[in-house]
């Protein structure tokens, strides 16, 4: 079973990590960072500025579709730049329509389509972290609902991990935040990209989909509950 990833820069590959001219320093999606946390071969098809639209027309979708073997799984996450083109790819319009395409298109060749919200963008104002995405992850997880797909609901994770951590603490997930630890300075596009992760932001995200993947394929089930053996009088 190999597990194909779809979707935007959040999920994508890295660049080669010559980000800052530091290879310790990369900027790249949790899609990168997946095959640490699973022994299932992993094949990422993502791609930076990519929407539901663009993925089609550049024919990556067809060739991801190429590849798929019954039993394969595939998770499908966009939004990122979708909700740039609201006219064409609306949240309830040509985003939803275009994902259950999608959707059907892995179950006619056998796979399993996996729907995720988007990551958050980390973006806080008076030390409350934004909310980015509108519509966008609810109509994915509506979605999900009316066609039976599992949905991984990355935006309330990513909330909660930014949170959690901190304004300051959560910086390091991404690579300006990375980098002012190391004493590295970067560019004025780096220092204000609260988007894009570095490893420890991509393997945070990857983790959370890899338990997610195992919990779905039943990974752990059929093992004896180890309550009996830590109750204490």
Avoid at 107 to 130: C, H, I, Q, Y
Wanted: net charge negative.
């Amino acid at each position: 079973m190999t597990i194909h990833l779809a979707g935007d820069s959040t999920v994508a590959p890295t660049d080669g990590g010559a980000t800052a001219g530091r290879p310790d320093l990369p900027l790249l999606g949790w899609g990168d960072e997946l095959q640490r946390f699973t022994d299932e071969p992993v094949r990422n098809h993502a791609k930076g500025g990519a929407t539901t639209l663009s993925f089609r027309e550049e024919g990556r979708w067809d060739a991801l579709a190429a590849e798929l073997a019954p039993g394969d799984t595939v998770v499908i996450q966009f939004g990122h730049n979708d909700q740039k083109e609201p006219e064409t790819l609306a949240a309830d319009g040509g985003y939803r329509d275009r994902l259950a395409v999608f959707t059907a298109e892995t179950r006619a060749a056998g796979a399993r389509p996996v729907l995720a919200t988007s990551v958050e963008r980390r973006m806080f104002a008076d030390g409350a972290l934004r909310r980015s995405h509108g519509p966008y992850p609810a109509a994915v997880r509506a979605l999900g609902r009316e066609l039976g797909v599992p949905v991984i609901d990355l935006t309330p994770f990513t909330r909660w991990l930014y949170t959690w951590l901190g304004e300051d603490r959560s910086a390091a997930l991404f690579v300006h935040g990375a980098a002012a630890d190391l004493g590295v300075v970067v560019d004025d596009k780096l220092r204000n990209d609260n988007t894009h992760f570095t490893t420890a932001g991509a393997g945070a995200v990857a983790r959370f989909v890899a338990e997610h993947l195992h919990a779905l394929d039943g990974v752990g089930d059929d093992q004896e509950p180890l309550g009996q053996w830590l109750v204490r009088p």
